[in-house]
Antibody, heavy 121, light 110 residues
Framework: QVQLQESGPGLVKPSQTLSLTCTVS??????????WSWIRQHPGKGLEWIGY???????YYNPSLKSRVTMSADTSKNQFSLKLTSVTAADTAVYYC?????????????WGQGTLVTVSS | QSALTQPASVSGSPGQSINISCTGT?????????VSWYQQHPGKAPKLMIF???KRFSGVSNRFSGSKSANTASLTISRLQTEDDADYYC??????????FGGGTKLTVL
């Protein structure tokens, strides 16, 4: 059973860079044609897809966040990461990492538990 | 790209059936048979219920079913149970390797 776990600072100052890592266990991020994603949920609001990363490094981002987002994958650590630059209070959210079970389809069959990131000075 | 449109809330009594709609455009829901549905209980991560419009994910009750007509997808939950009380989100592939989510629907089982 694949398990995902987010980690990173829970508090980030405005204008700084938010950095999160997702550690995958029970399966390899380079095994199978899986794409790995970051998804966020603003407090009391809906879900927002941030982007996809493939183990080879190919990435695809939400156009609304593209200028500030970078995703990467580290196969040696079985992890993938998110960097979001120039954060503001509007980036305060629970951030989830997830696996798309069927390529790049929006069908996320495994999720991490989520980590709350607050942007505040 | 705009979020998919879902009703803010729906309600039903135990044993009844309900439908939740998810309206997109001809650029997403209307073109691709890649609509998924998620259930989220408070404080928990979303759980995949339906993928590729009609396919139930492993372990999901057959009380949950999905369908699509033109630019609108629907989730039907039959024989409502109290544990179905949760938020439900749709998602759709939107081309160019992007994904859109709906705004979410709160289901109250009375």
């Amino acid at each position: 059973q694949v398990q995902l776990q987010e980690s990173g600072p829970g508090l980030v100052k405005p204008s700084q860079t938010l950095s999160l890592t997702c550690t995958v266990s029970g399966g390899s991020i380079s095994g199978g044609a899986y794409y790995w994603s970051w998804i966020r949920q603003h407090p009391g609001k809906g879900l927002e897809w941030i982007g996809y990363i493939y183990y080879s490094g190919s990435s695809y981002y939400n156009p609304s966040l593209k200028s500030r987002v970078t995703m990467s994958a580290d196969t040696s650590k079985n992890q993938f990461s998110l960097k979001l630059t120039s954060v503001t209070a509007a980036d305060t959210a629970v951030y989830y990492c997830a696996r798309d079970g069927w390529g790049r389809t929006g069908g996320f069959n495994f999720w991490g538990q989520g980590t709350l990131v607050t942007v505040s000075s | 790209q705009s979020a998919l449109t879902q009703p803010a809330s729906v309600s039903g009594s135990p044993g009844q059936s309900i439908n939740i709609s998810c309206t997109g455009t001809s650029s997403d829901v209307g073109t691709y048979n890649l609509v998924s549905w998620y259930q989220q209980h408070p404080g928990k991560a979303p759980k995949l219920m339906i993928f590729e419009v009609t396919k139930r994910f492993s372990g999901v009750s057959n009380r949950f079913s999905g369908s699509k007509s033109a630019n609108t997808a629907s989730l039907t939950i039959s024989r409502l149970q109290t544990e179905d009380d949760a938020d439900y989100y749709c998602s759709s592939y939107a081309g160019r390797s992007t994904v859109l989510f709906g705004g979410g629907t709160k289901l109250t089982v009375l």
